[in-house]
């Protein structure tokens, strides 16, 4: 499973953007779909958790009611609509697959999508 993140920018505070993951290969065994952030000097942090159907997902308390995660199955893509945006928000986006194959976990990342949040 191949992963690419699109999307990122410069943007005011207050602002929106939406980011895309497109997934390619076997992606058909996905099983959750995720979004990370790493701002400069900090550790990777789990922004947002989706399923392979969609039914179920999960949001970082800071993102709680500005971000929403969702995915298209027909077009393999993954996306972040990022409202509300603050400078806080400001990081390298990643997307994450995971699948598992027998008891096996597996994961795939993407190479990360800058977004920036000027006040």
């Known amino acids: 499973v191949q992963l690419v993140e699109s999307g990122g920018g410069l943007v005011q505070a207050g602002g929106s953007l939406r980011l895309s993951c497109a997934a390619s290969?076997?992606?058909?065994?996905?099983?959750?779909m995720e979004w990370y952030r790493q701002a400069p000097g900090k550790q990777r942090e789990l922004v947002a958790t989706?399923?392979?159907?969609?039914?179920?997902?999960t949001y970082a308390d800071s993102v709680k009611g500005r971000f929403t995660i969702s995915r298209d199955n027909d077009k393999n893509t993954m996306y972040l609509q990022m409202n509300s945006l603050k400078p806080e928000d400001t990081a390298v986006y990643y997307c994450?697959?995971?699948?598992?194959?027998?008891?096996?976990?597996?994961?795939?990342w993407g190479q990360g999508t800058q977004v920036t949040v000027s006040s």
């Open positions: 994450c697959a995971r699948w598992t194959w027998g008891l096996i976990p597996f994961d795939s």
């Open positions: 290969g076997s992606t058909f065994i996905i099983n959750v």
């Open positions: 989706i399923t392979n159907t969609g039914g179920t997902t």
